[in-house]
C-alpha cells in the first residue's frame, strides 16, 4: 500500500500499525524513534500532558541536564521526523480494546498489532494552600531531580511515618538543615531519636499554607501563626495510574510500593499481563525519573520488534510471561 506524506512523516493510510506507542513523554518518545529506526509502521499519540512539564529543567539527565523538559520533548519529536514510518498524532486515545483496537479522540479508530502503553502517572499529593503554585520547582518529590538546585539551603520533608525517616535522611545529603513536617500526624520516639542522630528535627502542627517569595518557597505557615522559612521541601507524593487504558486492557498491576499505588507489571522485557502490549515509563516503575524512562521506552520498543519478527519471521523469543494481578493494586 501505497504511503503519503504528511506533516515530515509518511501517513499510514487504511492498514495495522505495527506499534501503537500512547504516551509522548520521555518513554514514548524513545520507544517510537527505536521503533523508527527499525522501520516498524509506529504510530505515537500524545496527549501533552507530561508531569515535569512545571519543572525548570530537567536533573540529572546525562546530556540535558537542566534542560527545560518541553524542550527536550519537542526535540524528540523533531527526531522522528527523519524516520518515515512513524507518524506522531496530538490526541489521546481514549478507549482501547483487545485485538487491537484503539478509538481517538476525535473519534478516528485505528488497528495495531501492538501497543505500548507511556501514559505517566497522576502525581497525587496533600491538599495544602500554596502546594500547587510551587510544584515541580522548590516543592518536589524526587530530591535526584532537584535536590542541587536548593542545596544548602534551610528544606523541609512533607511526610509522616517511615516515608518521613526515609526522605528526611536522604534529603539529608543536599543540606544539614532539614525539618520534618508531619502536618498533624504524630511521630513515634524511635522516628525522632532517629531523625535526631541525623541533626533533622520533626514538626507535628498542621500547615495552614505554604506561602511564597519570587515564585520560591519563602516560609511554612502552620494553623496557629508560627512561620517556618525553608527554601525547599520534599513532598511524599503518591503516584496513581492517569488513564484507564490499563484497566480497560485488564492489565496486571504489581503490588503497592511507598511511591506508586497501581504500576503495571511488567517482566524484563517490558512485556504486560496481556500479550502484545508493553508499557514503560513512569506507568510501570516504582521509582520516576527521566533518565530511567528514556532506557525504559527503549527496551520496551526493541522488545517490540523482536515480538513482532517472531509473529513475521520466526524469531526465537522468550515465552510471554504468566502475570497475575495482584490482590492488593486496587486497593
Known sequence: MALSPRAGNLAVMNTTWDCTVIGGGAAGLSAALVLGRAR???????????????????????????????????????????????????????TAKR????????????????????TGMEYRYPNITGLDALWGRSA????????????NQPLAVLADGKRAVHS????????????????????????????????????TRTIAELSSRDGGLDEVVFDDGFRLPRRGVLVAA????????????????????????DAVAIDAMHRTSVPGVFAAGDVSTQMPQVAGAVAAGSLAASAVVQTL????VGLAVPDWPEIKENADAHA
Not at 102 to 118: F, N, P
Not at 178 to 187: Q, R, T
Not at 309 to 312: G, I, L, M, S, T
Open 168 to 203: 528526611a535522611l536522604l534529603l539529608r545529603a543536599w543540606s544539614d538543615d532539614i525539618m520534618v513536617l508531619s502536618n498533624g500526624s504524630p511521630v513515634s520516639e524511635p522516628e525522632r531519636q532517629q531523625l535526631s542522630a541525623a541533626g533533622i528535627d520533626a514538626d
Open 309 to 312: 519478527q517472531a509473529e513475521n
Open 140 to 151: 518536589f518529590h524526587c530530591p535526584f531531580c532537584h535536590g542541587w538546585e536548593v542545596r
Open 99 to 118: 485485538g487491537f483496537e484503539v478509538a481517538l479522540a476525535d473519534g478516528t479508530v485505528e488497528h495495531t498489532r501492538t501497543v505500548l502503553l507511556a
Open 40 to 94: 516498524r509502521r509506529t504510530l505515537l499519540v500524545d496527549a501533552g500532558r507530561q508531569s515535569n512539564l512545571p519543572a525548570p529543567g530537567i536533573g540529572g539527565l546525562l546530556g540535558h541536564d537542566g534542560r527545560p523538559p518541553a524542550e527536550l520533548y519537542a526535540a524528540g519529536r523533531q527526531e522522528l521526523t527523519k524516520y518515515p514510518t512513524v507518524e506522531v498524532r496530538n490526541s489521546e486515545i481514549t
Open 238 to 261: 503518591t503516584l496513581h495510574q492517569r488513564s484507564t487504558l490499563p484497566a480497560q486492557l485488564g492489565l496486571a498491576m504489581a503490588p503497592p510500593g511507598p511511591v506508586v499505588a
